[in-house]
């Protein structure tokens, strides 16, 4: 792997850079980039971009190019017209590099960024607007030097999977609302959106085969709202939307368990075949589907199909978790089936880590929430982990124990706790480790500021956590201050707690 190398400071008036303390990993801070680079070999003086900037992007290099002039144009006002060949920021691929890596060298007279695939090229044109003044990231035309300063920069994650978890069941989520975050994964490196479409609460999703899921299903949440869901089409546009910034939109179906809301839309999935009444309260019921049901099992296969059918990825969530009044015996024959069904669509699937108890084929992806042993158990069968054990990655718990919203059960979880664990349990070889996910759960969250509050900054700690080999608490959060700026600029409503000496997007002009 790559050598951390991060040397001197570079000048702060010329390049609006962050100032550099000169104490302990200060350097570090230099440009204030989260996720840290592999390495960093910070040069001297600066790019400027202007009137005459071209953006030199061909081939399979066209779309990125096309995107990165799209995110600079409105704060920079400058014209960044994407052309085949010339001089300027100069976008190439080279397989060599490997999946999701990139070089980037700024010198005085341009900036050549190198993918080793789209992906890549793509984090890199992220690491590209993070060397800019945060002011880039307005949506306004700002009066400031768009200079970027020089360096090289050799880039790959260290996990596949950095992901971004948002019950929408619990309480609804708008597509304009969930492609605002996939903007913000997409600026922090990370690659999937997993949607957590239905719970006891709330089905979010169109099946045609069973249109009352979503007409009675998605007509309420937690509160007693008005709930909503989407239509195939708008879940489609969502994924294309994701796929274009290279975040892959994972889907959840919650089976057996949390299925109240299903159960709540049709009668004949229930042992009474009277439909069950909805259900609104916060609290976890879990609500089993009825297995033993002469219609359970085609219920189930339909949505599966119909929902494999939406995703371009080439994942399917399953839940699976809190399977209770289920018994041991029926719960690993009905994921076991599930896997079948899902397998039959060509997709991999993915559940929470009670499956880690059960005998699955490989490939298969276990989400460790909650048990060590569970997430074990599944990697010795040759399972792959995604990690979001809950005291670290669930974002649904409040900072401290004064929080006015939040669950606390795993918690309190604050910034530094978000940051410093090991996505790897032990008795795990790293290589089975997929990734990480920080998960949002909503029973409190019931709207966008909210979900702003919960999960930033802790996702930017879980981004770094999931793409960089290096990286400590301390060196964290002084480029985390840094970027405050950027994320205030973007309009987000993070939580500034006290753990970080914040700098203002006015400070960092
Ligand atoms: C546990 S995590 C749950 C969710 C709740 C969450 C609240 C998991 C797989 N199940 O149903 O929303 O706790 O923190």
């Known amino acids: 792997m790559f050598l951390l190398l991060l040397l001197a400071c570079r000048d702060d008036e010329e390049t609006g850079s962050p100032p550099d303390t000169d104490d302990g990993p200060a350097d570090a801070t230099v440009s204030g980039l989260v996720p840290l680079p592999a390495l960093v070999e910070d ?8 009137a005459g900037t071209q953006i030199v992007a061909a081939g399979d290099a066209e779309d990125v190019g ?32 490997g999946a999701e890596a990139y070089t980037l060298d700024v010198t005085e007279d341009g900036v050549a960024l190198v993918g080793g695939d789209a992906d890549g090229l793509f984090w890199g044109t992220q690491t590209l607007r ?24 050799e880039d790959a994650p260290r996990f596949a999977w950095r992901g971004l978890m948002i019950d929408v069941a619990r309480h609804f989520f708008t597509i304009e609302e969930l492609e605002r975050q996939v903007d913000l994964l997409a600026l922090h490196k990370m690659n999937r959106l997993h949607l957590h479409l239905t719970d006891d ?12 899921l979503a007409a009675i299903g998605g ?15 708008e879940l489609g546009a969502l994924i294309d939307y994701a796929e274009a910034r290279h975040v892959t939109v994972v889907p959840e179906i919650d089976f057996p368990g949390h299925a109240n809301a299903a159960l709540s839309a049709y009668a004949e999935l229930n042992e009474d075949g009277v439909c069950a009444d909805v259900y609104t309260g916060a609290g976890v019921i879990s609500t089993p589907l009825w297995l033993d049901g002469p219609d359970t099992y085609d219920f189930v296969e339909d949505v599966l199909v119909e929902v494999a059918a939406l995703t371009s990825g080439p994942w399917l969530h399953v839940g699976g978790d809190e399977a209770v009044d289920v018994s041991d015996a029926d719960y690993a024959a009905f994921v076991q089936w599930m896997q079948e069904v899902v397998a039959a669509e060509g ?7 009670e499956v880690g108890d059960v005998a699955l084929d490989t490939p298969f992806v276990t989400q460790h929430w909650i048990d060590a042993d569970r997430a074990r158990a599944a990697a010795a069968q040759g399972g792959s982990i995604l990690s979001s054990p809950a005291e670290h990655a669930y974002l649904d718990m409040m900072y401290d124990y004064d929080g006015e919203y939040g ?9 530094e706790a978000a940051y410093d664990w090991d996505p790897v349990p032990s008795g795990v070889d790293e290589a089975q480790v997929l990734g990480v996910e920080g998960a949002l759960w909503t029973e409190y ?13 802790r996702l930017a700690a879980h981004a770094e956590l999931g793409w960089s080999e290096q990286g400590d608490w301390a060196d964290f959060r002084e480029r985390l201050a840094w970027h405050g700026a950027r994320l205030e600029t973007l309009g987000v409503g993070f939580n500034a707690t006290d753990e970080v000496d914040w700098v203002s997007a006015a400070e960092a002009r």
């Not at 003044?133 to 360096?151: C, F, G, H, M």
């Not at 997709?347 to 880590?353: E, G, H, I, L, S």
């Not at 669950?407 to 910034?415: E, K, R, S, V």
């Open 201 to 212: 609460q709330g089905w979010r999703v169109e099946i045609t085969g069973w249109p009352d």
């Open 130 to 153: 993070q060397l800019l003044p945060p002011a880039s990231l307005s949506t306004d035309e700002q009066d400031v030097e768009w200079a970027v300063p020089v360096v090289h920069i």
């Open 445 to 457: 969250v019931d709207d966008e500021e909210k979900l702003d509050f919960m999960v930033w900054p």
């Open 407 to 415: 669950q606390i059960w795993a918690g309190p979880i604050d910034i």
């Open 219 to 233: 007509a309420t949440e937690v509160g007693g709202g008005t709930g909503g869901y989407y239509t195939q089409a």
């Open 43 to 50: 040069g001297e003086g600066v790019y400027a971009l202007d």
């Open 347 to 353: 997709k991999t699937m993915v559940a929470w880590d």
């Open 66 to 97: 096309a995107l990165l002039a799209e995110a600079l144009r409105p704060a920079t006002g400058l014209p960044l017209e994407v052309v085949e060949e010339g001089e300027g920021v100069v976008l190439t691929l080279d397989a060599s590099l």
